[in-house]
Structure formats: C-alpha cells, structure tokens
C-alpha cells in the first residue's frame, strides 16, 4: 500500500490532481484506511498512472470518466473503452505526423541554414530566389 503523497511523487503530479480525478470519477473511488487516508494498492497506482498518460496524451476527462464508469460494468458495455482508446489513438498518430512535419521542417532549416546566410548576403535585397517554404515537402511519408 502507498500513500497519496508516495503515489504523487511516483508520477510527477500534486495530491490535488489525484484528489480531483477521484472526486470526478477519473479513477476509481481509493479506499481510506482507519485512519481516513487513502491506501493505494497496485490497482488503484495503475488507475492514477493510465490517468495521467491518457491525459498527457490528449484525452479529455469527460472521456477518462466515461472511460471509468465503462471499467465498472459487465458485458458488451465495457467494450465502448476500447473504442475510447482507438479514437485517442487516432488522434495521437495525427499529432505525431503533425510533428514529424514540423520536426523535418527544423531539420532541414538547420541543415540549410549556412547555405541560406550566405545567399542572404549576397543577394541582400533580391526576393528572387527565395525558396517558398509552403511548397516543400516536410510530411512524413507513409
């Protein structure tokens, strides 16, 4: 068993997120011991960890709690989270190639860079050969 604190380290996050997502039913209710504190078994430790990477990921708490209500019933219904999950996964992959795109565009901005200063002066005031960014091909190929 851990405590909050023990647990918020553990993940880089405040007892008041943890807190919070327990009160809005992000994460399953956390039993408390006789003392009243939270005691965090390994399941409930993978709750506030999922919690955390599907939110850095993107996913709203609305789809968290439904996401967490879908954990707590039987049958078919249940199976809804996997589709939580493919909708995110969507979105991640989406992200990714944005950012791939962006991260080949840095690249080739470093990689040109030199080549660039130096046309820049020697053409200082001539917008002739000014490549247009736009119309390069910085996607990530498939």
Known sequence: MKSIKEVA???GITTDTIR????VGVIPTITRGENGYRQ????????VFLAKSLRSAGVSIESL???TLLSQVEGDERLAQKDILKEQLVEVDSKL???MSVR???QYKIDTYDEHIARINEEFKSNERVEELWNQSFRVKN
């Open 104 to 106: 080949n565009l840095l």
């Open 9 to 11: 380290d553990m993940f």
């Open 20 to 23: 919070y997502y327990e009160q």
């Open 65 to 67: 709690i439904q996401f």
């Open 97 to 99: 190639e944005e950012m």
């Open 40 to 47: 965090f078994t390994t399941q409930d430790i993978n709750w």
